[in-house]
Each structure stands twice: as structure tokens, then as C-alpha cells.
């Protein structure tokens, strides 16, 4: 180790130029890793903030036609639950963390003083704002059971919709004329970026308690009923039993899966998930790619740097070096070159996150949804992994055409 | 029975070959360079390789010198069967048995003289201030004790050869090979390069020198003549010719000796 160390020394001082690019295209292979890896992850932190906005471990279901027929009763019939609905399964199904039923008036004059919007109202029980993440900005609320119990006219706030009535005054205490009956404002939805949704984004409607809503518009059956449960496991399970109750009450087939049309987001998350890492994966072979094209580089100055020194080796060979004296100094040169690189690399690509961090996400569409990149202890371990993998490399190939050098061959031609 | 082997091998020649053979096989065409080489080098020997060009002497050269290997025959350096050795164990037998001087020198140019010098050694595993010193008593006794911090570009042919020889020199070897030593040289500092190997033959040193100049190769103890692969002539330098080149070299040299005695004593 010693002498590879002195001839490692001796040799070192030689090609700067030579040095200084090498560790240029390892820096910039660096750097193209880290970013590439540091968006994916942005994007997958990102992916998963926006797509919990809307809430966690639901199952969104639209009643529909039945396509079975089911004790005597022909395919074709439309169930229909209502707003006992709601009451009936949480009553019988205490394992859920909440049951929640929707009805929807769409395109309904939401007025404040001269101004009218057109929007939709959704008409629902107390536990939606907890569970679809209706979080109210400071000052307000949502509403709650005895709102409900108690019919009273109160409405929340989607934050986008709310700005469009009222401009940028606090809505809450005002009144809202609501299809002409006038509601106070209890709340306003504090700003998210949602990537799933139904029937359109929550800042773009406003919410009433659902005995409220029937009062007004006369309707009970549901648009919606959404299921949260308490654990992702437990989810299937729900959907069964959920199938099983009202298939009793109503008289459909509990394995006709079409009369409730579903979209269980535990399902879907889990997609999401193996999606996000194959663009993480993607990422990082283009990544590695790019670094490799970096260590080829290393590579073939080190096998110029072989040729050139092809006598020198001989020489030395003669003199009694061992195959590891003459390869080793390679080994060391190559991994100096990556391990430099990799150190400039990580500093431009820190630099350049840090850059790319200050700029303010809000308001910025493409960041909402790409998110900010953002360096990992994970992309640190393979970064420099692959770094690791690609100096040795790139230092052993040509260092062992050093050592199979003959130097009787070599010496010949004087 | 540990000491009779030892004492076997003391009185054994340094350089044992029977019947050497060597085939270099290109793919298409094979070469047989040495077809059947019988030599034996003594302890203290001067053997001087003379022939034509291609008959087969750095062939020979090489595997005296283990940087290859023999195709057929048997080869003993120091009484240690060469045949089998791994590669490192090769580098090895080179480093501690071997000095090397060429034709081109070879000289590692980056480094100085000294470095050139200590290069053996460092292979050798000579501890830095050992080293420090043997580079700087065979500087002295080459005549360039003022020249070690010299690159070689900064060194005549001559000087360079002189580097080379301390070199060959550094780990103290059973042997000194040189393979043309002379060929880059002019007249004069050949002349001198072989007064120092005469130097070393006196200190009792053993070489084995290839050349084309017969003046040269007869001042040498013995002279193996090759042709075609074969040794066509191996014979003692004879008095009457021995004598000449005593006589011829005693003007040139004596000096140089002198100084050696000088720093010896
Ligand atoms: N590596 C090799 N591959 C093929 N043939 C070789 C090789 N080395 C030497 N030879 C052949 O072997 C023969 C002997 O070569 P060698 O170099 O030993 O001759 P030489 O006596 O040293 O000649 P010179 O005086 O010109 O240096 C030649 O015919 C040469 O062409
Ligand atoms: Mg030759």
C-alpha cells in the first residue's frame, strides 16, 4: 500500500488539464443525478400532499343501476340511498371512521350584495369537513352536528369560491343569499393544492349541512356517499359490508359491484405510489446514464494515460514492481478524479436546490403540482454509491492494462 | 541436510540453463528464437553476448532477466527454478537478483536522478533513510555525485547510462544485464560505460553485457557468440587478447578506480 501510495505521487502531479476536465464531467454527471433524483422526489412528496388534500382512506361511491337480478327483482333498478342512509351504516358499521352522504345543487346563484356567482352546493353531514379536509382559516369553522340537527342556515366556504363573492374582505359573518335564502358564512377553506377529486375542486364550492339542504331543495337521495375507514387494511372489508347492508335494505346482489360504482383511493394510492417510484427509478437510470457517460470519460483518459506510460510501466515492471504497485496508482487516480467530482457535483446541485427552494410556490401552478426538489439522505447513499461503483471502474479496467503490460515487449523497440 | 543445500548453492553458478528453448508464436507464424540454449554464469563472470542482429540475444537477454519466460528448457537464477513463478514472484526475483541496464536508457523522466535511483528500492521495500543514503554512495561511485536532483533531460547520454548502471545497482543484485549499453553512445562515453562495468567486474560484481562491439566484448572475461538461436562460440577471452584490452583500458580507467578505492577506503 505504501509504494502504490509513493507511485501514486509521483505520477499525480502530471496532467492537470487532463485532471481538471475529468472531474468536470464527473461533477456534471453528479449534479444531473442529484437534480433529477431531488425532482422525483419533490414530485413524489408533492404527489402525495396533493393527493391527501382531499382526504385520507376514502372510498368515494355513486349509486347507480343494479345489473343483476336479485331475488326475484329484474337487473336495471336504480338504488338510491338517502340521507338516513348516513345514520343507518354508522350506526351498524362502527368500524369506520366516518360515513358521509352528499347531495349536490350545481350551478346555484350564490349572491353577496350586487355580486352573483354560479356555483355548486353540497349539502352534507358534520364529519365531512374532518375527513374530506375542509380545515377553516382562522376565525371560522365548520359546521357541526347540531348545525345539522338543528337545520340551520349556515354555509362554509370554498377559498377560491369565497374570494370570487366576496373579494378580499373576511366572508365570515356575512350573509350569503343562497338560492335566494340567506346563510351566514361560518368558515372558509383554507388554501390546498388537491390532485384527486369529484365532482370538481373543493375550493370551488360551497358547503351546507345536508338536513339544511333537503329543507331547501326538497331532495334526499344521495349523489355521493364516501367512506372513511380507520386503517388502508380495513378498507376491502368495508366495501363488502357497506354492499352487504344496503343490499339488504334496498334488494340487490351484495356482489353486484356496479349498482355502487366505487373509487377506493387506498387502491388507487397504492397505483400512485408505484408510479412515483417508477419515475424515481426512470429518473435515476437516466441519472446514472449521465454519470456513467462521465466515468467512461475518466476511463478513457485513464487507458490514454496507460498508453503513454506503456514504457514507463515496463520499466518499473523490470525493476521488480508488483502487479498491484502499477495498478494500484490507476485505481487511486481514478477514484480521486470521482470523488472530487462528486464533491463539486453535490456542492452546484445543493446550491442549485437551495436556488430553486427560494422561489415561492404559491401562485405557481407548475410548482403546486411538480413540488420543490428536495435532497434526500437516500439519494445521498446511491448517488455516491453509483459515484463509488463508477471511480472504481473507471480506475480498474485501465489499470489492468497496465498490469498485463509485458515488459519484455515494451523493451524491445529502442 | 538444510546446510548441504545451502552449500550446493553457494558453489552453484548464479546462471543455470539447459537446453533453453524459446518459440514466440504471433498467431500466424511462430519464431524460434533460442533453439536450445546451454549456458552456465559463474559468481564474479564477465560474459560478454556478441552475434548478428536477430540471432536471438535480447531474447536470451529476457529470460536471463525473467521479464519472460521460457518455451522449453530448464532455468535456474541463484539456484531457484525460474519455471512456475506467478507473475509478482517474477517481479520479485527481478528486484532482488537482478540489475538492468539498455540501450535507451529508460529512465523514468518525470523524476530526478535520485528518485530514478532509489525506484528499486522503494519495490525492495528499503526503508526511506537507507534508501537515502545507497542513492547517494552510488551516485558518488558513478561520478555523478553532484547531478541527483537532475532530471534525466537534463543529463547527457553518457550521465543517463551512468544513472541507469547506479539503478541496476541499487538493490544489489546477483547480476548486471545490459543489453547494448553502448548502442546510443558516442565512441568515447561508451568507452567510459564500460570502464565502469570493468570497475564493477573488478569489485566482483558478475555481468552479463550484450554488444555489437567486438573491441568492447573483448575486454569482457568471456565471450558467448549466438547465431540463429544456437551458441556457436563460448570461450574464455584469450591471454594475448585479454591482455590488450587490459593494457588498452589501463590509461582510460585507472582513475576511475582510483576514485573508487578512494571512497571505499
Ligand atoms: N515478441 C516477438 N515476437 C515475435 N518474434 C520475435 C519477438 N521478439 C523477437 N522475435 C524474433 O526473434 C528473433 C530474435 O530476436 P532478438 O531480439 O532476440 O534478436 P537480437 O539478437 O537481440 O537482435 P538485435 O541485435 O537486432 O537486437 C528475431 O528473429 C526476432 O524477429
Ligand atoms: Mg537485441
Known amino acids: ?414 | 541436510m538444510a546446510t548441504r543445500h545451502e552449500e550446493i548453492r553457494a558453489d552453484r553458478p548464479i546462471i543455470e540453463m539447459v537446453d533453453i528453448r524459446k518459440v514466440y508464436d504471433t498467431g500466424k507464424v511462430k519464431v524460434e528464437a533460442l533453439k536450445g540454449i546451454d549456458l552456465s554464469v559463474a559468481k564474479g563472470e564477465f560474459i560478454a553476448i556478441v552475434g548478428p542482429s536477430g540471432s536471438g540475444k535480447s531474447t536470451l537477454m529476457n529470460l536471463i532477466g525473467c521479464l519472460d519466460t521460457a518455451t522449453g528448457g530448464e532455468f535456474r537464477i541463484g539456484g531457484e527454478l525460474v519455471k512456475g513463478l506467478s507473475r509478482d514472484q517474477l517481479a520479485d526475483v527481478r528486484n532482488r537478483r537482478i540489475g538492468f541496464v539498455f540501450q535507451a536508457f529508460n529512465l523514468l523522466p518525470q523524476i530526478s536522478a535520485a528518485e530514478n535511483v532509489a525506484m528499486p528500492m522503494i519495490f525492495g521495500g528499503v526503508p526511506a533513510k537507507a534508501r537515502k543514503e545507497r542513492v547517494a554512495e552510488l551516485m558518488e561511485k558513478v561520478g555523478l555525485g553532484d547531478r541527483m536532483e537532475h532530471k534525466p533531460t537534463e543529463l547527457s547520454g553518457g550521465q543517463m547510462q551512468r544513472v541507469a548502471i547506479a539503478r541496476a545497482l541499487a538493490m544489489n543484485p546477483d547480476i548486471v544485464l545490459a543489453d547494448e549499453p553502448t548502442g546510443n553512445l558516442d565512441t568515447s562515453s561508451g568507452g567510459d560505460i564500460m570502464g565502469v562495468f570493468l570497475d564493477l567486474w573488478k569489485q566482483g560484481r558478475t555481468l552479463v553485457v550484450i554488444t555489437h562491439d567486438m573491441a568492447l566484448a573483448r575486454r569482457a572475461g568471456r565471450i558467448v557468440e549466438i547465431r540463429d538461436g544456437r551458441i556457436v562460440r563460448d570461450a574464455a577471452v584469450g591471454p594475448e587478447e585479454g591482455a590488450a584490452s587490459v593494457s588498452a583500458a589501463a590509461g582510460a580507467h585507472v582513475q576511475g578506480l582510483a576514485s573508487t578505492a578512494e571512497q571505499a577506503a
Not at chain 1, 352522504?101 to 346563484?109: K, M, Q, V
Not at chain 1, 369565497?162 to 356575512?174: L, S
Not at chain 1, 463539486?344 to 401562485?363: N, Q, T, Y
Open chain 1, 1 to 414: 500500500m505504501k509504494v502504490i501510495w509513493q507511485m501514486f505521487l509521483q505520477s499525480a502531479h502530471i496532467a492537470k488539464k487532463r485532471a481538471f476536465l475529468t472531474i468536470a464531467a464527473i461533477a456534471w454527471g453528479t449534479v444531473a443525478i442529484l437534480l433529477l433524483l431531488s425532482f422525483g422526489e419533490g414530485l413524489k412528496i408533492q404527489l402525495n400532499k396533493n393527493r391527501r388534500a382531499m382526504g385520507e382512506r376514502l372510498a368515494v361511491m355513486w349509486p347507480g343501476e343494479t345489473t343483476k337480478p336479485w331475488k326475484g327483482l329484474p337487473a336495471g333498478r336504480p338504488i338510491r340511498p338517502t340521507i338516513d342512509d348516513i345514520e343507518y351504516l354508522s350506526a351498524r358499521m362502527p368500524e369506520l371512521e366516518a360515513v358521509i352522504g352528499e347531495i349536490y345543487s350545481w350551478r346555484t346563484a350564490l349572491g353577496y350584495g350586487a355580486k352573483v356567482v354560479n356555483g355548486r352546493v353540497v349539502g352534507t353531514n358534520a364529519v365531512y369537513g374532518e375527513a374530506r379536509k375542509h380545515y377553516p382559516v382562522a376565525g371560522g369553522r365548520f359546521f357541526s352536528d347540531v348545525d345539522v340537527s338543528e337545520r340551520r342556515r349556515v354555509v362554509f366556504l370554498g377559498d377560491e369560491i369565497a374570494a370570487d363573492i366576496f373579494g378580499k374582505g373576511d366572508p365570515v359573518g356575512k350573509t350569503l343569499l343562497l338560492s335566494n335564502s340567506p346563510f351566514t358564512v361560518i368558515g372558509v377553506m383554507q388554501k390546498k393544492t388537491q390532485m384527486g377529486m369529484y365532482g370538481g375542486p373543493d375550493s370551488k364550492h360551497v358547503v351546507i349541512p345536508v338536513s339544511t339542504f333537503k329543507a331547501l331543495f326538497g331532495r334526499e337521495r344521495l349523489n355521493v356517499l364516501v367512506l372513511q375507514v380507520k386503517k388502508d387494511d380495513d378498507m376491502k372489508m368495508a366495501l363488502r359490508r357497506v354492499n352487504e347492508l344496503l343490499g339488504a335494505k334496498y334488494g340487490y346482489d351484495p356482489n353486484d359491484d356496479r349498482v355502487l360504482q366505487t373509487w377506493d383511493t387506498v387502491k388507487s394510492g397504492k397505483i400512485t405510489a408505484n408510479i412515483t417510484i417508477g419515475i424515481q427509478l426512470f429518473l435515476g437510470i437516466i441519472g446514472a446514464l449521465t454519470l456513467l457517460i462521465g466515468g467512461v470519460g475518466v476511463a478513457n483518459i485513464m487507458y490514454a494515460v496507460v498508453k503513454e506510460r506503456t514504457r514507463e510501466i515496463g520499466v518499473k515492471m523490470a525493476l521488480g514492481a508488483r502487479s498491484a504497485w502499477i495498478t494500484g496508482p490507476f485505481v487511486l487516480e481514478g477514484l480521486l478524479y470521482t470523488v472530487l467530482g462528486g464533491v463539486a457535483g453535490l456542492s452546484i446541485a445543493m446550491v442549485i436546490i437551495a436556488g430553486l427552494g427560494l422561489i415561492p410556490a404559491d401562485g405557481n401552478k407548475v410548482m403546486e403540482f411538480l413540488g420543490k426538489p428536495t435532497l434526500s439522505w437516500q439519494i445521498g447513499v446511491a448517488t455516491s454509491g453509483i459515484l463509488g461503483l463508477i471511480g472504481l471502474a473507471a480506475g480498474y479496467f485501465p489499470a489492468r492494462r497496465a498490469a498485463l503490460i509485458d515488459p519484455a515487449q515494451t523493451l524491445r523497440y529502442e
